[in-house]
Structures are given as C-alpha cells and as structure tokens.
C-alpha cells in the first residue's frame, strides 16, 4: 500500500536536497507492452509499473531505507513488492 498520491512531492521524511522522483522517462511501450494486445491483468500491469517506480527510486536514492522512508512504506513492504516480480 502506497500512501499519498503522484502530486504528493514534498515529504517532511525526505531532506531538502532530495534528488526526487519527478517523473520515469519509459516510453508507453515498454510500459505496458501488452495492453494494446490485452494478454495482461490490470493487476499484473500496476505491479509491473510499481516495480519499475520502486527500482527507478533505488537508482535515484541509492538505499532501500531511503527508498522505504520516501514512499512511507516498511523496509520489510519494500523488500516483498521488490520480490514479488522477480522469477
């Protein structure tokens, strides 16, 4: 469960030098490369999205604790939703 919304940027948790996550340049393509198709859930689309966010976040912040503290979630939530997908 992710709480807060896209439009939530500021977070009293995030320093003020926060890099941020102000957008994910994925071309609509790769993000839903099956919608056009319709081979795809929109449950198995989301957490295919939400995985790429949270791996985008890694990449900008640089630790799960960082990551966890941004999106006001667990590092324990963090680490499941990061497994999740993962064959």
Known sequence: ?????CRDSA???VERNDPGIKGID?????????????NRSLKEIMSALEQKVLLHALEVYGSHA???ERFKIS??????????NRV
Request: proline share 12%; with cysteine.
């Open 75 to 84: 590092r324990t939530t963090l680490f499941r939703k990061l497994q999740k």
């Open 1 to 5: 469960h992710l709480s807060g919304t």
């Open 11 to 13: 977070s009293p948790a």
């Open 66 to 68: 960082k990551v966890a």
């Open 26 to 38: 994925i071309p609509p393509s790769e993000l839903c490369p099956d919608l056009a198709t319709g």
